[in-house]
């Protein structure tokens, strides 16, 4: 289950982080957080594909409260479409200021999850809602 005032303990975090030892560090933070915090997500996508990716990401969204999504898988590309963000929607609704990349973190995140198996990441949008685009690299 999702606790949303965790968002104000990260956007903390990524302010610090930044604060302190830039914004070179806070992306080897994030690239870091991927390869380690989601191991089991880096391998479920090694061993079944896409749909392993498509799997996790309604699963976390789900447990997020405040969340909307849409999650759909066409041939080698999945694309989830944030229409709102949990965290960028509760930061600002207990007036919380996200911090300046605090949207970054979803593209780095991600790269440090799944480029060990190949899947590029793109992303549009941001600010409470974007879309990001996972396909297998040739």
Known sequence: M???????????TFNHILRHFGEGALYA?????????YAAVTEAVRERGLPALQEHWEQLFAEEPGSEIACVLEGDCLTLEVRTCPAFRHL?????????LYCDHCLYVSQ?????????????????????RFRKKE
């Open 2 to 12: 999702g606790a949303p005032d965790f968002y104000f303990a990260i956007n903390a």
């Open 92 to 100: 600002l609704a207990h007036g919380r200021e996200p911090m300046p």
């Open 112 to 132: 440090g999850m799944l480029e060990p198996v190949g899947v590029g990441v793109e992303i549009e949008g941001g600010q409470g809602s974007c879309v990001q």
């Open 29 to 37: 933070y994030w690239e870091e957080m991927g390869r380690e915090h």
